[in-house]
C-alpha cells in the first residue's frame, strides 16, 4: 500500500485549500480511510475519516462545518476540502489507511499504511 499526498501549502486566515492523497494498492472504497494531522509539539489528532461500509464520515470537533472528506473511486484518491481556515490548523496534514472497514477501529488503533505528509500553513 502506497499513499502520496499533495496540496498542502501556505492559506490566510479565513481560506480555502483542498488537498490530496492518491492511492495504490488498496481501493479508497473497499476501507476506512482519513486524515489525520500533526502540529508542531502536538501530538497527532485524526481530523476526517471516511467508513468503507457505509460511506459515512466522521469529523474532529474542531473541524466540523469547516472541512469536507470525500474519495473518488475511480481515480482512487481521497481529499480534504479546508474551508475557514484558522492558524490552529496549520500542520502537517497525512492520509493514513487499514484494511478495515470502520473508521471507528482508528481510535483505538492507529493505521499502518501512511503517506508522507504535506504541509499546511495558515497564517498572514
Known amino acids: 500500500v502506497q499513499l502520496q499526498a499533495s496540496g498542502g501549502g501556505l492559506v490566510q486566515p479565513g481560506g480555502s485549500l483542498t488537498i490530496s492523497c492518491a492511492a495504490s494498492g488498496l481501493s479508497v472504497d473497499w476501507y476506512a480511510i482519513g486524515w489525520f494531522r500533526q502540529a508542531p509539539g502536538k501530538e497527532r489528532e485524526g481530523v476526517a475519516c471516511i467508513s468503507s461500509s457505509d460511506g459515512s464520515t466522521h469529523y474532529a470537533d474542531s473541524v466540523l462545518g469547516r472541512f469536507t472528506i470525500s474519495r473518488d473511486n475511480v481515480k482512487n484518491t481521497l481529499s480534504l476540502q479546508m474551508n475557514n481556515l484558522k492558524p490552529e490548523d496549520t500542520a502537517v496534514y497525512y492520509c493514513?489507511?487499514?484494511?478495515?472497514?470502520?473508521?471507528?477501529?482508528?481510535?483505538?488503533?492507529?493505521?499502518?499504511?501512511w503517506g508522507q505528509g504535506t504541509l499546511v500553513t495558515v497564517s498572514s
Open positions: 493514513a489507511t487499514d484494511y478495515v472497514r470502520l473508521c471507528s477501529y482508528y481510535s483505538r488503533t492507529a493505521p499502518r499504511y
